[in-house]
C-alpha cells in the first residue's frame, strides 16, 4: 500500500533577479512517499494553478539524475542529504510525517538568481567555452581502437566524465568555488591521448576563466565531494592543480 505522510514547506520565493526574496510556509497533505521531491513540487503547484497562485519556480529537464538541470538546496544540503542522488531522484520515502523541509535555491554570486528556485548557471557554461573541447580534425573515422589506451586510464576518464554540470559542488563549498567541477571537465580530458595536445592551452583558459567568474578559490574543505551527486573526487583537483603548474611551466619556457 503506498504511504502517504503530511509536510510543511519553507521555500524561497522571488519574483525577479532584481526584487529582495523570502522564505514562505506552505502544506503539502497526502504526499505519496514513491514521489520524486520534483514530483511532489509538481503537486503543489498544481494545486497553486487550481487556486489562481504563482506556481513554484525551479529547473529540472531528464528526471533521470543525467541531464544536470535540477539543482535544489533541500535542509542545507545541494541535492539533499542522500549520498551520489540528484534532486530528481531523491525520494519522499526519506522524509518524514510532520517533517519541515527547507527548500532554497543554488547561493553563489556566480549564480545570479533567476526566479525561486531557479539560478543561471551559464557560467559553467563560459568556463566549458575557454577550453573544455578537443579540436577534431576532420577525416576518415577514426578507428576506436587504433589508439591503445590502458583500462585503469579510461575508467578514471570515463569517472570524471560522469560530471553533470549540475552546480551542487559550486553550492556546496564555503568559497563557492567552482574547482571540481574544472577539474573533472579538464581531467576527462587530460587522461586521453586525444586531449594532450591543447592540455596546456586548456588548463590556463579555463582555470582563469573560473578566476574572472566570480568563483572562490578552493580551501580543501572537500564539501564538493561530499554532495556530488556523481560523486566525483577531489583526485581530480590535483590534476587540474598539476595540469594548471604544467602549463605555467611551458608557457614562461615558450
Ligand atoms: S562535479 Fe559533481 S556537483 Fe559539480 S557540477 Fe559536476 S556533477 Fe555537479
Ligand atoms: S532533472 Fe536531469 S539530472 Fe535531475
Redesign the pocket.
Known sequence: MTKTIDITLRVWRQNRPDVKGGFEIYHAANISTDMSFLEMIDVVNEQFTLDGKDPIAFDHDCREGIC?MCGIVVNGRAHGAEKGTTLCQLHMRHFSNGDTIVVEPWRSRAFPIIKDLVVDRSA?DTIIQAGGYISVNTGGAADANAIPIPEEIVEKAMDAAA????????AACPNASAM??TA?KISQLALLPQGRPEAAERALGMVRKMEELYFGNCTNERE?EA????E?SIANIARLNREFIKAGLISTVM
Do not use: D, Q, R
Open positions: 544536470g559553467l560530471c553533470i554540470g549540475c552546480g551542487a559542488c559550486v571540481l567541477f573533472a564538493c554532495e556530488c551527486p556523481k566525483i
